[in-house]
C-alpha cells in the first residue's frame, strides 16, 4: 500500500517538475518596458566590434561610424554604448542602462616579508 501511495504521490508531481521555468543565462538582463518607455528615444539591441569593423543594432537598424540614425550621426561605437552627434549635442546610447559601474577599492601594496 505505501509503495503505491509513493508511486501516485510521483506521477503527480512529475509534470510540476518538468515545468518549472529555467533562466537562459546566455540571455541579457530584461530590460523593463518602463525604462524603455520612458526614454522613448532609439535603442541598442547589440554591437559587435572587430578588428576591422564595429557594428551596432539600434531600433532593428545596422548602424556603422559615420551611419544616420534620426536626425544625428554615429561618431563613436564602444563596448557599452553608441556616441550619436546631432543638433542638441553627443548622445550616448548605452547597451544596458540600468547597469552602473563602480571603481574597485585600490589595492594597497606593502612589502612581502
Do not use: N, W, Y
Not at 21 to 50: K, M, N, Y
Not at 68 to 74: D, K, L, W
Request: glycine share 10%.
Amino acid at each position: 500500500m505505501k509503495r503505491l501511495v509513493t508511486m501516485l504521490a510521483a506521477s503527480l508531481l512529475a509534470p510540476v517538475a518538468h515545468a518549472a521555468p529555467f533562466a537562459d543565462p546566455t540571455q541579457p538582463p530584461v530590460v523593463s518596458d518602463s525604462i524603455g518607455a520612458a526614454s522613448g528615444g532609439p535603442r541598442i539591441e547589440s554591437i559587435l566590434i572587430a578588428p576591422d569593423r564595429r557594428v551596432a543594432v539600434i531600433s532593428g537598424q545596422q548602424v556603422t561610424i559615420g551611419s544616420r540614425i534620426g536626425s544625428g550621426t554615429v561618431v563613436r561605437i564602444t563596448e557599452t554604448g553608441v556616441v550619436v552627434r546631432g543638433a542638441e549635442g553627443e548622445q550616448t546610447l548605452k547597451l544596458f542602462p540600468e547597469l552602473v559601474r563602480s571603481s574597485a577599492a585600490p589595492v594597497k601594496r606593502g612589502k612581502a616579508k
